[in-house]
T-cell receptor, first 117, second 116 residues
Framework: EPEVTQTPSHQVTQMGQEVILRCVPI?????FYWYRQILGQKVEFLVS????????KSEIFDDQFSVERPDGSNFTLKIRSTKLEDSAMYFC???????????????FGNGTRLTVT | AQKITQTQPGMFVQEKEAVTLDCTYD???????LFWYKQPSSGEMIFLIY??????QNATEGRYSLNFQKARKSANLVISASQLGDSAMYFC?????????????FGKGTTLSVSS
């Protein structure tokens, strides 16, 4: 069964550094998402992406964050200058497109655990 | 705005028993979907079951069923015949179905512990 893959599984960075988290969504999916989960807590929506642009974003997704689909397969989340409070698990997800897929679930990757020191 | 409430931080059940995990929601949308995900200790998010707001029948997927009560705005997950492998965090989530690609909004989750 096709799956969403995320790399790396664990990233350690120093405060103020830039990090890029990478994701390869399921190949025939059209909608891409980033979520984060601070240890053991709620899964929080960051941003959704469709047709090479952001379609929706939350208050968490401020100017420090950006997303990109640099080629036909990768989807990246960049954090420009990391803060201690950015430490969390970051999940990438994708879902199918088309009207018949409105009720389709999001398929999640296994996450990247980001630790900011 | 949409909101999901899961009031049970933790639930305990013995193997082979059934357990109900509560979920209530609030939305002004007429067309919405409710989803349940399982997150084992390994961290991945596993989709379990879906219920649409216009579905007349309660959804079922193997040992999972959804007790959907639209007037009460509740979508409780029922796990029958619990197994040790069901021990995990369970998240209720919803999304607006008026357009494709809308974000899933999650509740805070319920930790289920299954004992032998």
């Amino acid at each position: 069964e096709p799956e969403v893959t995320q790399t790396p599984s664990h990233q350690v960075t120093q405060m103020g550094q830039e990090v890029i988290l990478r994701c390869v969504p399921i190949s025939n999916h059209l909608y891409f998402y980033w979520y984060r989960q601070i240890l053991g807590q709620k899964v929080e929506f960051l941003v959704s992406f469709y047709n090479n642009e952001i379609s929706e974003k939350s208050e968490i997704f401020d100017d420090q964050f950006s997303v990109e689909r640099p080629d036909g397969s990768n989807f990246t989340l960049k954090i420009r200058s990391t803060k201690l409070e950015d430490s969390a698990m970051y999940f990438c997800a994708s879902s199918r497109g088309g009207r018949s897929s409105y009720n389709s679930p999001l398929h999640f990757g296994n996450g990247t655990r980001l630790t900011v020191t | 705005a949409q909101k999901i409430t899961q009031t049970q931080p933790g639930m305990f059940v013995q193997e082979k028993e059934a357990v109900t995990l509560d979920c209530t929601y609030d939305t002004s949308d007429q067309s919405y979907g409710l989803f349940w995900y399982k997150q084992p200790s390994s961290g991945e998010m596993i989709f379990l079951i879906y219920q649409g707001s216009y579905d007349e029948q309660n959804a079922t997927e193997g040992r999972y069923s959804l007790n959907f009560q639209k007037a009460r705005k509740s979508a409780n997950l029922v796990i029958s015949a619990s197994q040790l492998g069901d021990s995990a965090m369970y998240f209720c989530a919803m999304r607006d179905l008026n357009q494709a690609g809308t974000a899933l909004i999650f509740g805070k989750g319920t930790t289920l512990s299954v004992s032998s």
